[in-house]
C-alpha cells in the first residue's frame, strides 16, 4: 500500500468530484489500530513538546504519526480549506491559511513565482 498516494488520490476526487474520504478514514484507522505509536508530552529546552515513541521500525513509527496528522488534520476545523495548487505542473495540496482565503498556490516562492513570470511575460510579449 503506498499510503501518499492514497491521501494524494482521495484529496484530488474530493476537491474535483466531491468525493468521500471513507476508504482514506479506513486505512488510516488500521494503520492506527496496529501501531504501537504513543503521543507523550516531554520537556526540552523547558518547553512542554508533544512527541509520538514508538518501539517499533522507523518505517511504521513514520507511517503512523503520518495516519495521526491526517486524522488531526481531517478533524480540524481548517480542513474546509484544502486546496490544491494552481499551478497545473504542481501535485502539492495545501491548507489555505489566508485572511480571506484567496491563496491560489502551495507556495508563492516557486508556483506562484513561475505564474507571475508566465503572466509577465505574455503580457510584455503582447505589448511588443
Not at 512542554?48 to 491526517?70: D, G, K, M, P
Amino acid at each position: 500500500m503506498n499510503y501518499r498516494k492514497l491521501i494524494r488520490d482521495s484529496f484530488k476526487n474530493y476537491l474535483e468530484h466531491n468525493s468521500s474520504l471513507d476508504n482514506l478514514i479506513k486505512v488510516s484507522n488500521n494503520i492506527l489500530l496496529k501501531s504501537s505509536v504513543h503521543p507523550q508530552i516531554l520537556i526540552k529546552d523547558d518547553i512542554y513538546v508533544l512527541e509520538y515513541i514508538s518501539n517499533t521500525s522507523n518505517h511504521n513509527r513514520l507511517l503512523s504519526i503520518l495516519a495521526i496528522e491526517f486524522i488531526k488534520l481531517l478533524s480540524s476545523e481548517k480542513f474546509k480549506y484544502l486546496k490544491k495548487c494552481d499551478n497545473h505542473k504542481c501535485s502539492l495540496y495545501f491548507i489555505d491559511t489566508s485572511k480571506n482565503h484567496s491563496r491560489r498556490w502551495c507556495s508563492m516562492d516557486i508556483c506562484g513565482n513561475r505564474s507571475k513570470v508566465n503572466s509577465f511575460s505574455k503580457r510584455k510579449k503582447v505589448k511588443e
